[in-house]
């Protein structure tokens, strides 16, 4: 006889169980385990200790969280587990639909799983649970060498769907270095993102001095604006800091960056005596960043658009960091105005592309896709 297995709203976590030092990028693994609940969409979450320990971000965001002085009993479905485990959202969403117990990659079984009766002996009922494999990070945290492992692979999942292959392997790597500095510090994810947007600037305004040094100097500068870049998304998902706020500030600095990286080409060529209509060429290519905003901003105004394959594939494919390179080696063998070339016909190629997708998906929905 099968029976429905009723998806647990509640989770409750065992604390006494970790080392109190241990933390993950920033935060107490406790911490990091609450919020990661939270986000999960347990409605409530439940501590087994004699009063509320410290929960520094769970506060501040404003999460409820209750207190028991002993396991409860309780006589329906629940995930438990204890305190010293990382493990993040999605897994432990998969955990509570399918009713398992969360797997690390390497086969370890965490004390962290679905009970369908909570009581002392809750970590012996879990052997029976299905093993659920995690997909992000997942580790028992229980000294400090085992957190310095677990923070390794932390901060080697925090990676966005639009990284290309510089930041994959350039300017991601490079800047975890100020990421992992700057979890320990008062420094928000947006002033990160605001001091990327004043390194592209200063850049543009290398291009438009007109010298091969500055131009190269430029290149430099917008090279380390991709690298900053990277650690505003870094610090926002280590520290649960993202924020509408914070998308936008990200997204419009991109856009700054671009227009005045190519108005600051155009100028600066035309400075140092190039034949090129290169003042035009500057101008057609921040029109172009202008158009593409606009189609781009379109799709993630509309959330039919969002989830559709082909039109996020081309945006991330055309609007990640990698041209920073390209634009380090233009400017080091000196044909800066080539690289201008390639920027005004690549922009309009990319937002008529991407407006033509817009217009089939459109058409593959079925109907007329309202802007929100």
Same mark, same amino acid.
């Given at each position: 006889?099968?029976?429905?297995?009723?998806?647990?709203?509640?989770?409750?976590?065992?604390?006494?169980?970790?080392?109190?030092?241990?933390?993950?990028?920033?935060?107490?693994?406790?911490?990091?385990?609450?919020?990661?609940?939270?986000?999960?969409?347990?409605?409530?979450?439940?501590?087994?200790?004699?009063?509320?320990?410290?929960?520094?971000?769970?506060?501040?965001?404003?999460?409820?969280?209750?207190?028991?002085?002993?396991?409860?009993?309780?006589?329906?479905?629940?995930?438990?587990?204890?305190?010293?485990?990382?493990?993040?959202?999605?897994?432990?969403?998969?955990?509570?639909?399918?009713?398992?117990?969360?797997?690390?990659?390497?086969?370890?079984?965490?004390?962290? &799983? /679905?009970?369908?009766?909570?009581? *002392? #002996?809750?970590?012996?009922?879990?052997?029976? $649970?299905?093993?659920?494999?995690? @997909? +992000?990070?997942?580790?028992?945290?229980?000294?400090?060498?085992?957190?310095?492992?677990?923070?390794?692979?932390?901060?080697?999942?925090?990676?966005?769907?639009?990284?290309?292959?510089?930041?994959?392997?350039?300017?991601?790597?490079?800047?975890?270095?100020?990421?992992?500095?700057?979890?320990?510090?008062?420094?928000?994810?947006?002033?990160?993102?605001?001091?990327?947007?004043?390194?592209?600037?200063?850049?543009?305004?290398?291009?438009?001095? &007109? /010298?091969?040094?500055?131009?190269? *100097? #430029?290149?430099?500068?917008?090279?380390?604006? $991709?690298?900053?870049?990277?650690? @505003? +998304?870094?610090?926002?998902?280590?520290?649960?800091?993202?924020?509408?706020?914070?998308?936008?500030?990200?997204?419009?600095?991109?856009?700054?960056?671009?227009?005045?990286?190519?108005?600051?080409?155009?100028?600066?060529?035309?400075?140092?005596?190039?034949?090129?209509?290169?003042?035009?060429?500057?101008?057609?290519?921040?029109?172009?960043?202008?158009?593409?905003?606009?189609?781009?901003?379109?799709?993630?105004?509309?959330?039919?658009?969002? &989830?559709?394959?082909?039109?996020?594939?081309?945006?991330?494919?055309?609007?990640?960091?990698?041209?920073?390179?390209?634009?380090?080696?233009?400017?080091?063998?000196?044909?800066?105005?080539?690289?201008?070339?390639?920027?005004?016909?690549?922009?309009?190629?990319?937002?008529?592309?991407?407006?033509?997708?817009?217009?089939?998906?459109?058409?593959?929905?079925?109907?007329?896709?309202?802007?929100?």
């Amino acid at each position: 006889m099968s029976h429905s297995f009723q998806c647990p709203g509640t989770a409750v976590i065992e604390v006494g169980f970790r080392d109190a030092t241990s933390k993950i990028a920033g935060l107490d693994v406790l911490d990091r385990l609450v919020i990661s609940f939270h986000r999960a969409g347990f409605q409530r979450i439940v501590l087994v200790a004699p009063g509320l320990p410290g929960l520094p971000r769970t506060m501040a965001l404003g999460i409820k969280v209750e207190s028991a002085p002993q396991i409860p009993a309780v006589q329906e479905p629940v995930v438990a587990a204890t305190d010293d485990v990382l493990a993040v959202a999605e897994d432990l969403r998969r955990v509570r639909e399918s009713g398992g117990r969360l797997t690390t990659r390497g086969g370890e079984k965490l004390p962290l &799983g /679905t009970v369908h009766r909570l009581s *002392a #002996g809750w970590q012996a009922d879990l052997e029976q $649970a299905p093993a659920v494999l995690a @997909d +992000g990070p997942a580790a028992r945290v229980i000294d400090r060498e085992s957190a310095r492992r677990a923070e390794r692979v932390f901060w080697a999942s925090l990676t966005s769907h639009s990284d290309g292959l510089v930041d994959r392997y350039f300017n991601r790597p490079a800047g975890r270095l100020l990421s992992r500095w700057l979890v320990h510090t008062s420094a928000t994810p947006n002033q990160v993102s605001m001091v990327a947007t004043l390194a592209g600037l200063v850049a543009a305004a290398l291009f438009a001095m &007109g /010298t091969a040094g500055t131009a190269l *100097a #430029g290149a430099l500068v917008l090279q380390l604006s $991709a690298i900053v870049d990277c650690v @505003d +998304g870094d610090v926002a998902r280590a520290l649960f800091k993202q924020s509408p706020l914070g998308k936008w500030l990200d997204i419009v600095g991109d856009q700054v960056v671009h227009i005045g990286v190519f108005l600051g080409l155009g100028i600066g060529l035309s400075r140092s005596g190039s034949a090129a209509p290169v003042i035009v060429l500057g101008c057609v290519a921040a029109a172009g960043v202008v158009l593409s905003f606009a189609v781009i901003l379109q799709t993630m105004l509309r959330p039919a658009l969002r &989830g559709q394959n082909r039109l996020q594939k081309l945006i991330d494919a055309t609007t990640n960091r990698d041209f920073s390179v390209l634009l380090i080696l233009f400017a080091a063998t000196g044909v800066l105005d080539w690289f201008l070339w390639l920027a005004a016909i690549g922009s309009h190629v990319f937002w008529i592309l991407a407006w033509a997708l817009q217009i089939q998906e459109r058409r593959n929905l079925g109907c007329h896709v309202p802007l929100h």
